[in-house]
C-alpha cells in the first residue's frame, strides 16, 4: 500500500510558476512510475507528466513539454513537477498517482495503482 500526498498548490497569474511535490509512504518507492495529472472544472482527468522509478526517463503531455519538468527524489520518497508560464487554462486539480506494475503506457491513467487527494491550482488572467 502506497499512500501519496501532494502539496505546493495555490494561486498563481498567468506566466507565473509553481512547485508541486507528492510526498509517497512506503520502503519501495524507486519501484513505481509516478505521474501527474490534471483534472478542470467540467472536464476529463489528462495526463501531464510521467516519471520512471529510477528517474532515467520522462514523459510529457505535448501541452506542458518545455514548461513543466517533472523529477525524483527517491531518497526522500518524493516527486515534483516544476511548472512554469502557467495559463489560466490549467487552473485544474493536480493529482499524482504511482504505477507499480511498469506500464508501458504511462499517459494512460487506469495503469496507476494508487492515488493521491490532488492539490488545487488556480491560474489567473
Known amino acids: 500500500q502506497v499512500q501519496l500526498v501532494e502539496s505546493g498548490g495555490g494561486l498563481v497569474q498567468t506566466g507565473g510558476s509553481l512547485r508541486l511535490s507528492c510526498a509517497a509512504s512506503?520502503?519501495?518507492?524507486?519501484?513505481?512510475?509516478m505521474g501527474w495529472f490534471r483534472q478542470a472544472p467540467g472536464k476529463e482527468r489528462e495526463f501531464v507528466a510521467a516519471?520512471?522509478?529510477?528517474?532515467?526517463?520522462?514523459f510529457y503531455a505535448n501541452s506542458v513539454k518545455d514548461r513543466f519538468t517533472i523529477s525524483r527524489d527517491n531518497a526522500k520518497n518524493t516527486v515534483y513537477l516544476q511548472m512554469s508560464s502557467l495559463k489560466p487554462e490549467e487552473t485544474a486539480i493536480y493529482y499524482c498517482?504511482?504505477?507499480?506494475?511498469?506500464?508501458?503506457?504511462?499517459?494512460?491513467?487506469?495503469?496507476?495503482?494508487?492515488w493521491g487527494q490532488g492539490t488545487r491550482v488556480t491560474v489567473s488572467s
Open positions: 498517482a504511482a504505477d507499480h506494475g511498469g506500464s508501458v503506457d504511462p499517459t494512460d491513467g487506469d495503469n496507476y495503482d494508487y
Open positions: 512506503g520502503r519501495t518507492f524507486s519501484h513505481y512510475a
Open positions: 516519471i520512471s522509478g529510477n528517474g532515467g526517463s520522462t
